[in-house]
């Protein structure tokens, strides 16, 4: 019996260990894909605000990101355009970028940088991934303060959910409320923690680096600010099937 104890002991750690060793090879892959999403304002102090995370398709130019990240309006009386961060630390480089497109609905959206391609990762199929899929995703949490630095978290997909918007009250209730309510589409929830600053990471299978979807909201329990003193845990990702939707659709190649 003992003998049998130790014996799945060692499998285990065994098996933990290649994945790791998976998951460290998968996370050098993809971390010259990862990029920050923000604005430059060369006229004002700072010059340059990271709102999110966004990670690099196609043909090296193109970087997706959560339609939410992207700044509604910008003031062009200070110069201010939208900006995407290369690299990581004071090393970082800053990309004017331009919104080619965008879905609200499905909460994405799609830039275009000028200058020298970046590694582009690989997008899976359109088919929704299993619940119990081992997946990690690399972005800035909290970058606004700590930095452009890529911190990787992982888990599981730990339910295919329809994606509901809560209301308070029926009187908040619209014709697109309604609408949605009556035929959701599917989203992940994940057991892996994300902070404000991860929304637009690339979501990814952390054996092969393939992107899944893209993180784009938490769970919150009270304000923004318990997202970053009590985080529930509960994050959300929009699968990758819609993003496919949405590059067909501007007929960019990947």
């Known amino acids: 019996m003992m003998k049998c104890f130790f014996s799945l002991l060692f499998w285990m750690v065994c098996f933990h260990s290649v994945a790791d060793n998976r998951l460290i090879k998968t996370i050098k892959s993809v971390k010259p894909s990862i990029v920050g999403i923000g604005t430059h304002t060369p006229t004002a102090r700072p010059q340059s605000v990271l709102q999110g995370s966004g990670f690099v398709v196609a043909d090296g130019l193109h970087v997706v990101t959560n339609h939410h990240v992207v700044p509604e309006e910008l003031n062009h009386e200070l110069l201010q355009k939208i900006a995407v961060f290369i690299g990581s630390g004071r090393t970082a480089q800053v990309r004017t970028a331009e919104l080619i497109a965008s879905s609200k609905e499905h909460d994405l959206a799609i830039l275009k940088i000028e200058g020298k391609p970046l590694p582009a990762m690989s ?38 959910t ?48 393939e992107v899944v979807g893209v993180i784009n909201s938490v769970f919150i329990q009270g304000d923004k600010e318990a997202a970053i003193t009590k985080p529930s845990g509960i994050t959300y990702a929009i699968p990758v099937q819609y993003l496919w939707k949405l590059l067909k659709k501007h007929n960019i190649n990947v």
């Open 123 to 160: 997008l899976a199929t359109g088919a929704l991934v299993e619940e119990g899929q081992s997946i990690a995703f690399t972005g800035f949490p909290i970058g606004a303060v700590l930095g452009l630095y890529p911190a990787t978290h992982r888990g599981i997909v730990a339910a295919v």
């Open 162 to 209: 329809p994606r509901i918007t809560p209301i308070e009250s029926g009187v908040k209730l619209t014709p697109k409320m309604l609408r949605s309510l009556r035929d959701p589409f599917m989203v992940y929830q994940l057991d892996a923690t994300a902070y404000p600053g991860n929304s637009g990471s690339a979501l990814y299978n952390s054996e092969t680096g």
